[in-house]
């Protein structure tokens, strides 16, 4: 089983709905999750980051947090072209304390 | 203000050569981490240096690979005999402590190609 995992993609939404990206991780002492943005040929951009369970919302973008489901989501409102990319989910603390821990990735398409 | 940044940004080098590649972090930031992306892999840990602690080496993948963090500050990742199985984005990241969360920042990182 691996550590993070995001559901498989890619996704492809239109211009104005809401995407909606998961992830799901197996350390149970994690404490930290973070969603970063990655746009192709450059490096991870920091969205957002929760450690407590609940929603946490940002402008256009909420992360959700469940600890006990040992899951946590990204939701994109109002999906623009530009929000197109490959978005990371990582977890820090527990056995993996600092550092981070990555899922794969889902790459997300916004069309017009 | 300034990011993270690293040098240099290309690296191509023979097989069997050193490299070395430099990270310098966001000024006040405590922490310091070390990762590679290959191609079609994930982001994947490599070093991490918080403070005066010993660093964390539980993610370099080979007693070729080492990194230092001097005064602190600026860090730099050495890959030893290089192989072409180094070939990767090597990204840094830099962090400080946000009430209980440390949020990490990453530089542009450096592609490395081994011929």
């Known amino acids: 089983q691996k550590e993070v995992e995001q559901n498989s993609g890619p996704l492809s939404v239109p211009e104005g709905a809401i995407a909606s990206l998961n992830c799901t991780y197996s350390?149970?002492?994690?404490?930290?999750f973070f969603w970063y943005r990655q746009y192709s040929g450059k490096s991870p951009e920091l969205i957002m980051f929760?450690?407590?369970?609940g929603d946490k919302e940002d402008g256009r973008f909420t992360a959700q947090l469940n600890k006990a489901s040992q899951y946590v989501s990204l939701l994109i409102r109002d999906s623009q072209p530009s929000d197109s990319a490959t978005y990371l989910c990582?977890?820090?603390?527990?056995?993996?304390?600092?550092?981070?821990?990555f899922g794969q990735g889902t790459i997300l398409t916004v069309h017009p | 203000g300034a990011g993270v940044s690293q040098s240099p940004s290309n690296k191509v080098t023979e097989k069997g050569k050193d490299v070395e590649l430099r990270c310098d972090p966001i000024?006040?930031?405590?922490?310091l981490y070390w990762y590679r992306q290959s191609l079609g892999q994930g982001l994947e840990f490599l070093i991490y240096?918080?403070?005066?602690?010993?660093?964390?080496k539980s993610g370099l993948p080979s007693d070729r690979f080492s990194a230092e963090r001097t005064g602190g500050s600026v860090s730099t990742l050495t890959i030893q005999r290089t192989q072409q199985e180094d070939s990767a984005v090597y990204l840094c990241?830099?962090?400080?402590?946000?009430?209980?969360?440390?949020?990490?920042?990453f530089g542009p990182g450096t592609r490395l190609t081994v011929t």
């Open positions: 929760i450690y407590s369970n």
């Open positions: 000024s006040g930031h405590t922490a």
């Open positions: 240096f918080q403070g005066n602690s010993a660093p964390d």
């Open positions: 990582a977890v820090s603390g527990g056995t993996s304390y600092g550092k981070l821990t």
């Open positions: 350390d149970r002492g994690s404490q930290s």
């Open positions: 990241a830099s962090s400080t402590l946000t009430g209980t969360t440390y949020e990490q920042y």
